[in-house]
């Protein structure tokens, strides 16, 4: 059994050895609140477990934003989710029979294509994942690297501007807050309220939805320049940020994944032309830069990969 515990979503997937989701079940998070979350996610493995037996899961694990520490199984901190020491695993265990393991979600996003998605063919590759949140999973040598505070990978919460906007993390200027998926709507919001020139109006009812890197996506598809431009600036943007990983960690590969890693080719390829003209005087082949195989699934297969692990190794 597999769980991804997102800021606005939770998905639950039923895999097996092999990483494939047999069912999946995702739904909007009802609330921040663990007890919720984790009721939640009950209704969700039972909806699941009525398409098996449960002896037929050997263990379930559990992915989510922010600093964990993995033998405890606790949340130490999750800024987006407002979680401080959550015990998850102690939380879970209760209600189920089976092993709980929790891990970082961009962690599980980098195990997830390693074992079975677009790093399988590597030993080093750097996981970035892009969506309501940013942040990077670590694989170096074959192995997961977490840290010694066991906050190794959190990409989003470095400063590119040291007197720009103020994150819910304390510091300023964070990758977050320029590059995810809320800070790409807010832009797009910004330049509508002007009276900005877009295809975005055509694609979204606005009286129904709220505006979405999806309806921007659809726009650019149509060859809006301006949600073209916004996909491209998101993309510079990224590059360098990451480029400074690249010339850090020297991975084989960098693998892009989330849900913006879906959105308009644009926006990939500008992080790839941006990341090589910035590491080229350093290195000497090209770094690939690839889409993740799972999309916005890396890290739910990736719990999955965690369970096998942990039980098998």
């Not at 097996?16 to 609140?33: C, F, I, Q, R, Y």
Request: glycine letters at 10%.
């Amino acid at each position: 059994m597999a769980v991804k515990i997102g800021v606005r979503r939770v998905h639950v997937g039923l895999a097996n050895l092999d990483g494939h989701m047999k069912a999946k079940e995702v739904t909007p998070l009802v609330s921040h609140d663990p007890k919720k979350v984790v009721d939640q996610v009950r209704e969700l493995v039972a909806r699941l477990l009525a398409q098996c037996t449960p002896q037929e899961v050997i263990g379930m694990g559990i992915c989510c934003p922010g600093i964990i520490d993995t033998k405890k199984g606790e949340v130490i901190k999750a800024v987006n989710l407002h979680w401080h020491h959550v015990p998850l695993r102690q939380m879970f265990s209760l209600h189920f029979p089976w092993p709980v393991f929790v891990e970082n979600s961009m962690d599980t996003g980098a195990l997830g294509e390693k074992w079975f998605g677009s790093g399988k063919d590597v030993q080093d590759l750097l996981y970035i994942s892009l969506g309501n949140g940013i942040g990077a999973g670590i694989i170096s040598h074959g192995e997961l690297l977490e840290g010694y505070q066991h906050a190794a990978g959190e990409f989003g919460h470095t400063s590119i501007d040291l007197d720009g906007l103020l994150c819910p993390c304390g510091n300023r200027g964070c990758v977050e807050l320029y590059a995810s998926a809320p800070a790409i709507v807010r832009r797009a919001c910004a330049y509508l309220e002007k009276g900005g020139e877009t295809r975005i109006r055509e694609v979204w009812d606005e009286g129904s939805e709220e505006l979405t890197c999806e309806v921007i996506d659809k726009a650019a598809r149509l060859g809006d320049p301006f949600a073209l431009k916004l996909w491209q600036e998101t993309g510079e943007l990224l590059g360098r940020a990451i480029a400074n990983l690249v010339n850090l960690l020297d991975p084989e590969i960098v693998v892009i994944g989330g849900g913006l890693s879906l959105a308009h080719p644009i926006l990939l390829d500008t992080i790839a032309a941006v990341i090589w003209d910035t590491t080229a005087s350093l290195h000497e082949r090209k770094v690939e830069v690839r889409r993740a195989f799972f999309g916005r699934d890396s890290g739910l297969v990736g719990a999955a990969v965690l369970t096998i692990e942990r039980i098998f190794a």
